[in-house]
Nanobody
Framework: QIHLVESGGGLVQPGGSLRLSCAASGSLFNIYNMAWYRQAPGKQRELVAFITSSSNTNYADSVKGRFTISRDNAKYTMFLQMNSLKPEDTAVYYC???????????????WGQGTQVTVSL
């Protein structure tokens, strides 16, 4: 099973930027579709951005034009560059690897433990 560890969260003022990283174990990172989710207090976990194994991307409407998802397969790492941050971006951010099939075998997905992002004066 792939193991994921997020880093890069913190406290930032509105309008500021943060770059989150998601480090993955294992040499099969490049075949996983990956995503960033977030969960604010009292709210459901929501999809923020998605990147396929071939680096096609998709974003939630609330972050389009402000956030950029990317991956470096050589370093087994996914990133989320967050610019023009707003107080409503405050949440715990999680990275996720989706399950993937190789022939008749399915590799299970995984979640990271989360990293806190707080946008406040």
């Amino acid at each position: 099973q792939i193991h994921l560890v997020e880093s890069g969260g913190g406290l930032v003022q509105p309008g500021g930027s943060l770059r989150l990283s998601c480090a993955a174990s294992g040499s099969l990172f490049n075949i996983y579709n990956m995503a960033w989710y977030r969960q604010a207090p009292g709210k459901q976990r929501e999809l923020v951005a998605f990147i396929t194994s071939s680096s096609n991307t998709n974003y939630a409407d609330s972050v389009k034009g402000r956030f950029t998802i990317s991956r470096d397969n050589a370093k087994y790492t996914m990133f989320l560059q967050m610019n023009s941050l707003k107080p409503e971006d405050t949440a715990v951010y999680y990275c996720k690897a989706d399950p993937v099939s190789i022939g008749s075998m399915t590799l299970s997905g995984s979640w990271g433990q989360g990293t806190q992002v707080t946008v406040s004066l």
